[in-house]
């Protein structure tokens, strides 16, 4: 009686194991369901550049300009073409909610991060560049370094040398020198501080873009040098300006959700 007893405590403990995993489970997929479905674009926000790739797995982007205006999001001018990471997209760590299960992006996986994020500062070659005054620009010297390192303390953050670059890490940490496509720079705040997590993506910017547009990037998104100069011109830190990136499908189904433009 006793070995029967037992065995029936253990099928109740089992069943009751089971029933509180499904629930826990269930619970976590309506969490996610709610915090997608919660999430919208800051109210604050007033300028907003939108990127529409055709899927995951593609490296060619359409972006355009939109302004709040009254109230509601308005675009500015034409849509123009810009490139992406040669692997495509994958989602990043910025504003929004990251679905549940999502693979999220991680250091070299040469994808560029999809959701919303904030812009951020620039850095450049020139010692000044046509801006708002509250946009903060860096003109780029052989003493600023981007770390890529996922095992720094300063990953995904401009670190400025009290020195010329002397070792082998600081010189593989260095910013872009000499070089065309990097000489301009807007900052995607994507895995930025305070909540940097190692190994999930740095050095992530609006660049100017290689070969006329003909060659992808390593995750950065790109465009022509006019039409990046245009951009930094018209952003006013003051209307929180903000990236959006997503996949055609992805947009069309958070669009209203998330009240995207």
Not at 25 to 36: D, E, R, V
Not at 180 to 202: D, R, Y
Request: hydrophobic share 40%; net charge positive.
């Amino acid at each position: 009686m006793g070995s029967l007893q037992s065995a029936e405590l253990r099928l109740v403990l089992s069943i009751m194991i089971s029933w509180h995993r499904s629930l826990i489970a269930a619970l976590c997929t309506l969490l996610c369901a709610t915090s997608l479905n919660a999430f919208q674009l800051p109210a604050s926000s007033k300028q907003c550049i939108v990127g529409i790739a055709d899927g995951w797995n593609s490296s060619h982007v359409e972006l355009r300009w939109f302004e709040k205006r009254a109230g509601k999001w308005q675009p500015v001018g034409a849509p123009w073409p810009g490139r992406l990471g040669k692997n495509g997209l994958i989602w990043g760590l910025g504003l929004h909610p990251v679905p549940k299960g999502a693979k999220t992006k991680i250091e070299g996986d040469m994808r560029s991060p999809a959701g919303v994020f904030r812009l951020g500062g620039v850095w450049g070659y020139a010692e000044a560049i046509q801006k708002h005054p509250k946009l903060a620009y860096r003109q780029v010297t052989p003493r600023d370094l981007w770390v890529e390192d996922p095992e720094s303390p300063s990953y995904n953050l401009n670190v400025i040398l009290p020195h010329d670059p002397k070792t082998d890490w600081e010189r593989k940490q260095q910013m872009h020198q000499n070089d065309a496509a990097h000489s301009l720079k807007w900052f995607i705040a994507h895995n930025a501080k305070p909540n940097i997590i190692p190994n999930a993506g740095s050095s992530i910017f609006f660049h100017i873009w290689r070969r006329g547009g003909a060659a992808p990037t390593a995750g950065c998104t790109t465009m022509s040098e006019a039409k990046l100069k245009q951009l930094i011109a018209l952003a006013d830190p003051q209307k929180m300006p903000l990236f959006v990136l997503l996949p055609r499908a992805e947009y069309e189904r958070l669009a209203p959700i998330w009240k995207l433009p």
